[in-house]
C-alpha cells in the first residue's frame, strides 16, 4: 500500500462530499498536469490511502483521508464536449488523461493547517510544503503519512 496526498477545492469535492456517501465511490478526475496524470495512471493503485487537502479555501490544510477503490483509468471527463475537462486531442484509443475513484475513510477532527505542516521538519522533501508547489497529486511517504497523523 502507497500513501497519497490530493489537493482539492472544497467547492468542488470535499472530504464533507465523500463522509455524505461513505461507501459511494466518487471519480478523481479533472487532472490536467502531466506529473500527477502518470501518477494517477501508473502508480496510485486499489487500497492505497490518501489524504485530502483543502486548497484555494478559508481553512487550507488536511481534511480527511480516502481510499482508492479505483486504480487508474481514462478519465471520462476528457471525451464529454460539456465537461470543462474535454480535451479534444484525447481519443478511447489514446487517452491523454486518468482518474481514480476514491472512497470515504476518515475525516479528521480538525484540518491541520499548511502552516503546521510547514513547521514539521519530516515534511521538509514534501511538494507541499515548497514555495510554489501547484501539484495535485504527490506521494507521501509512510514516515511523513505517520508525522501529518500525529497532529490530529
Not at 490530493?6 to 461507501?23: G, L, V, W
Not at 502518470?38 to 483521508?65: E, P, Q, T
Amino acid at each position: 500500500m502507497s500513501y497519497w496526498l490530493f489537493k482539492t477545492e472544497p467547492s468542488e469535492c470535499s472530504i464533507d462530499d465523500f463522509a455524505r456517501a461513505p461507501d459511494t465511490p466518487i471519480i478523481w478526475e479533472g487532472v490536467r498536469n502531466y506529473q500527477a496524470r502518470n501518477m494517477l495512471r501508473d502508480k496510485v493503485k486499489k487500497d492505497d490511502l490518501v489524504f485530502i487537502y483543502h486548497s484555494s479555501c478559508k481553512l487550507i490544510g488536511v481534511a480527511g483521508i480516502a481510499r482508492v477503490v479505483r486504480a487508474g483509468y481514462p478519465d471520462p471527463s476528457q471525451f464529454n464536449k460539456a465537461s470543462a475537462y474535454f480535451d479534444a486531442k484525447s481519443t478511447l484509443k489514446s487517452p491523454r488523461w486518468f482518474a481514480v475513484d476514491l472512497v470515504f475513510a476518515e475525516k479528521l477532527p480538525d484540518i491541520i493547517p499548511l502552516d503546521k505542516l510547514k513547521s514539521l521538519a519530516k515534511l521538509s522533501e514534501l511538494p507541499l510544503v515548497h514555495q510554489g508547489s501547484r501539484l495535485s497529486v504527490m506521494p507521501v511517504t509512510p514516515e511523513q503519512w505517520q508525522s501529518i497523523l500525529q497532529q490530529c
